[in-house]
């Protein structure tokens, strides 16, 4: 049921040209201090469909992100050899030939 499009929301914070940058964690405490609160302690609400009352705990399930914004959320370094989460120490990245960038063509 709690998978149903009817019981999912869409919440968004599009930053615009003024981002808070690495200082993104003041702006979302508010939001992590309620999810806290409904994850240990619920809120009381009625199931229309059984009539009757109940405690509904909430999760962050999914973010959804580009690669800089997940670093900045996550506190990953997302730039240089070592900048896949996934790969880690194992990085098949490489420098290409006539610049200074680094490239993870084909990596996984």
Sequence with gaps: MCMKPES???SLIIQGPQSPGK??????????????????NGVKT????????FIMKVALMW???DFPEYGTL?????HGRLSCP???ENSKA??????????????H
């Design 8 to 10: 999912i929301f869409l």
């Design 23 to 40: 200082n993104i964690d003041v702006m979302l405490r508010p939001l992590i201090d309620e999810l806290k609160e409904l994850w240990y």
């Design 74 to 78: 996550s506190g990953w370094s997302t």
């Design 86 to 88: 996934y790969c880690q």
């Design 94 to 107: 490489f420098h290409l030939p006539n610049g200074r960038k680094i490239s993870f063509f084909d990596c």
């Design 46 to 53: 009625y199931d229309s469909f059984r009539h009757e009352h």
């Design 63 to 65: 973010t959804t992100t």
